[in-house]
Each structure stands twice: as C-alpha cells, then as structure tokens.
C-alpha cells in the first residue's frame, strides 16, 4: 500500500505544478486545489508509515508546492478567472515539476518488497492494546490509539475443513520475537511469515507505552522512533552502541509484559516459549533464560546467524531497500530470510 500512497501523492504535486503549461485563460484554476490536498495526503502518509527520507522529502515538496500556489487559491477561492501566470510562476512550476522526478524513482525502484502472508499459507493476526508497564495493558477498543501492537503469524487454517491446517502446526515452543528498535516487526516480516510457514506460532510486538521510553526525548514516538534511532546508530555509532545496557533493561520489561499477553491469548501459561532477539536484546534474553528456565526452552540471537548481515536493522534489502542502499547492502533478500528461518528451525530442534 505505501508505493500507491507515494505515487498518488507524487502524481497530484506533478499535475499540480505543470498545470500552468494548459490552463486556459478566463477559466477557473480549479486544479489549485491539488495543491492543499496533496499536503493533506503526503501528512497523512507520514503518519501512516511512519518518517522516512522518501515520506519527509513528499512533505516539504507539497508544503513548497502549496506556498507557489497561494495566490492561485486565494484567486480560486474568490471565484476569479486565470488571466495569466507570471514567468516566475512558470519557473517556480519548472522547477518543483523536476523536484518530483526523484520522488517518482524512490518510489518506484526503493519500494518495500512485499508478499502477502496467504501466499505462505499462513494467518496474520494484529492484536492492539492499551496500558503501561506499570498498570498492565488491556486490549483497545475501537478507535483507540494503541500502546502495544503485537502481530501472530501462524499456519492457516483449511477454511474447506477437508483437514486441520493446511500446514501442520508445531504446538511447542511458541516463538516470541523482539524487535530492535531501528525495526519494526514489519522490517522483520518475511523471515517472520517463512517461520510460520514451518509450522510455528511466531509472536512479535512493538511496544510504544509512556513509560517505557527508549530515547528519552520529543522522538520517542510511534512515527519517527525507528527513523531517530537509525539515523543516531549510523551518526554516532559509539555512543549508540554504548547505551546497550539500557537497551537491554528496556527490552526485558518489554518481554516480560508480552510473555503475559501471549499466556492470554493462548490461554495456557505453561507453554514453552523459544525467545528470539536482535542486537538490542541479547543480554535480556540471557538474563530470562536463567531466570526463568521453566518458560524458555531456548534462545537465539539473530546477530548469530551468518548470513544475517544487516543486524539490528532487519531485512532492510526487502523491507527498506533505500536504507539498504545508503548502507551498501546488495543481497537476495529472501535467500538470507530462508537461511535465517532455517537456522532458527536447527536451534530450536
């Protein structure tokens, strides 16, 4: 869906600006209005999927575009007619014209790589809830914003009842998969589908609560927290990496809080969970696996598997693939996803 956001949005600014080329005269320049309306969308697109180059960069073209046309909604507004547009106008429109054309290429060549999950064979399940660290969560109700997402993958379900799945389902151990921060789950999405293509319930959370803060300032919220902490682990890469102890305490509190929620929806708290972290999380998972060894069959840490590359950043060559050209990463994306859900089917056996 967000190559269609882009590309609308890119095409409304591209119609907008060259519409001074045709405009008739004594007609009203009613095509003007593309301009608010494509800031309203390209606003609305940054908070859908959150800050990146591409989103930030439709922003502040459509708050350019929309500043050169003023004058042309006031006259719109009033119902005058076009009488005519000054050279500068025609410049001005030259130019944010050409200022589409990277917007176009990003997004067409640096689109996310997606599959859905029914091409897996395997059920995708979004569950949202409400809460803090302290209190505890509670599901949200509709139209609620949401605290916590988790989303389950896991064997889908015969609908023709011929069998009980179309792909057998592994009762035990559950995986539970923690995020870092510089990705979402949606960075982790294709090794997370060919886990559950396997046969296994794969949980995965982003927690974005008000106490259980990461970067401890006005950055540390749902639509620009993966891009801050990108951009500071590859701006200043020692004092990053310096704070993975902190890193480590919030991702045990976050653990903790899932195995809860998970225990809830499975409606069992004696099943055994293999837990899997990135970068951010290796130290809390080898805290839990002593201290609770009667919950953990196992472990993993994805910074392990060899031909994991991009770690702490997810499957950027599929899921960010402009990330992972400014990172120089040049991979099949979806040979190193099945090399990782193979190595994690070999540690859990």
Request: glycine share 4%; charged share 20%; net charge negative.
């Amino acid at each position: 869906m967000q190559i269609y956001s882009e590309l609308l949005i890119t095409a409304l600014l591209f119609l907008c600006n060259i519409r001074t080329f045709f405009a008739k005269e004594s007609k009203p320049d009613s095509l003007a209005i593309l301009a608010p309306l494509s800031l309203l969308l390209s606003t609305i697109n940054l908070f859908a999927f959150g800050f990146s180059i591409l989103n930030i960069y439709l922003v502040l073209l459509a708050v350019l575009v929309l500043l050169s046309n003023f004058h042309a909604l006031l006259r719109y507004s009033a119902r005058l007619y076009v009488d005519h547009y000054s050279p500068l106008m025609t410049i001005w429109a030259v130019l944010t014209s050409l200022l589409c054309i990277p917007a176009f290429y990003c997004a067409i060549f640096f689109h996310p790589v997606e599959k859905p999950s029914s091409f897996f064979q395997i059920e995708e399940t979004l569950m949202v809830y409400n809460g803090t660290f302290a209190n505890g969560f509670t599901q949200a109700q509709n139209f609620k914003k949401g605290d916590v997402f988790i989303t389950k993958y896991m064997p889908a379900k015969d609908i023709t009842g011929e069998k009980a799945t179309l792909i057998p389902l592994i009762e035990s151990p559950v995986i539970l998969f923690v995020p870092d921060k510089r990705a979402d789950t949606v960075h982790y999405k294709p090794y997370l589908q060919l886990l559950a293509q396997k046969g296994y319930r794969v949980y995965s959370a982003d927690f974005y609560t008000n106490d259980g803060r990461w970067l401890r300032n006005i950055f540390d919220s749902k639509i620009i927290r993966r891009f801050a902490m990108v951009f500071d682990s590859l701006s200043r890469t020692h004092l990053f990496n310096a704070q993975l102890e902190y890193y480590s305490f919030c991702s045990k509190k976050e653990i903790n809080a899932l195995l809860s929620l998970i225990d809830e929806d499975l409606g069992s708290e004696n099943t055994k969970i293999f837990l899997i972290t990135d970068w951010m999380g290796k130290i809390a998972a080898s805290d839990l696996i002593n201290e609770k060894p009667d919950r953990f069959q196992g472990t993993l840490n994805l910074e392990d598997i060899d031909e994991y590359t991009t770690k702490g950043y997810g499957l950027i060559s599929l899921t960010d693939p402009l990330l992972a050209k400014y990172m120089k990463i040049s991979e099949d994306g979806w040979e190193t996803a099945r090399a990782m859900a193979d190595a994690t089917k070999g540690a859990i056996e």
